[in-house]
């Protein structure tokens, strides 16, 4: 089954910097890449996603690049602010089969942005 | 919060008992999965069902069971059998048809479940 490794753990950043954390994934049949962010004893959310059949995709101050040649992707956020601190999850999904839809999540990162 | 709605928020549960955790959606979803979330280990699949009266198990089925009598609803029942139930339980959904199937999962506010 896929297995998806999250780096960095933690994250911490002063505001206005920028983050970035990467996820590697090993199952070559997944093509759905979404990114969730969690605030503390609150359900995750969605912020960005990415398809297979791009390299890049951009949402203001957030940005997911992937490579499915060496099977990461990653997240860039710029110009951090205080309130993007939260726990980060990539995910991967499989295209079809009996397995769609289902999502295999990265460990997290906890980001922290500082005045 | 509308969506998808979990119950209770908190539940606490005696050491040899059952507990169900209700997760109910209202988006016309097929597809609903259950997670588990413990500290520094991101989010496991538990169980998913992708239609009505069919579901399969994810990576940490043991010791829990699920139905899928209604599109609307997919309970997940702790089991004594789980020897380390205490952990945040989300329920999500996903569309499930379509061209591209795979879409993005809206989550439930979750349940924590604790042993006392």
């Known amino acids: 089954g896929e297995n998806v490794e999250q780096h960095p753990s933690t994250l911490s950043v002063q505001e206005g910097d920028s983050a970035v954390i990467k996820c590697t994934y090993s199952?070559?049949?997944?093509?759905?890449f979404p990114w969730y962010k969690q605030e503390l004893g609150k359900r995750p959310q969605l912020i960005i996603d990415?398809?297979?059949?791009?390299g890049e995709k951009k949402d203001q101050r957030i940005a997911v690049t992937l490579n499915k040649t060496a099977k990461h992707f990653s997240l860039h956020i710029t110009e951090t602010q205080p309130e993007d601190s939260a726990v980060y999850f990539c995910?991967?999904?499989?295209?079809?089969?009996?397995?769609?839809?289902?999502?295999?999540f990265g460990q997290g990162t906890i980001l922290t942005v500082h005045p | 919060d509308g969506g998808i709605t979990q119950s209770p928020k908190y539940l606490f549960r005696k050491e040899g008992q059952n507990v169900t955790l209700s997760c109910e959606q209202n988006?016309?979803?097929?597809?609903m999965y259950w997670y588990r979330q413990d500290p520094g280990q991101g989010l496991r699949l538990i169980y998913y069902?992708?239609?009505?009266?069919?579901?399969q198990k994810g990576d940490i089925a043991e010791g829990y069971s699920v139905s899928r009598e209604k599109k609307e609803s997919f309970p997940l029942t702790v089991t004594s059998a789980q020897k380390n139930p205490t952990a945040f339980y989300l329920c999500?959904?996903?569309?499930?048809?379509?061209?591209?199937?795979?879409?993005?999962?809206?989550f439930g506010q979750g349940t924590r479940l604790t042993v006392v």
């Open positions: 999500a959904s996903t569309p499930g048809t379509g061209r591209e199937r795979n879409t993005e999962a809206f």
């Open positions: 199952d070559s049949a997944s093509n759905y």
């Open positions: 990415i398809r297979s059949n791009v």
């Open positions: 995910a991967a999904s499989p295209a079809g089969g009996t397995s769609y839809g289902k999502l295999t």
């Open positions: 988006l016309n979803h097929d597809a």
């Open positions: 069902s992708q239609i009505v009266n069919d579901f």
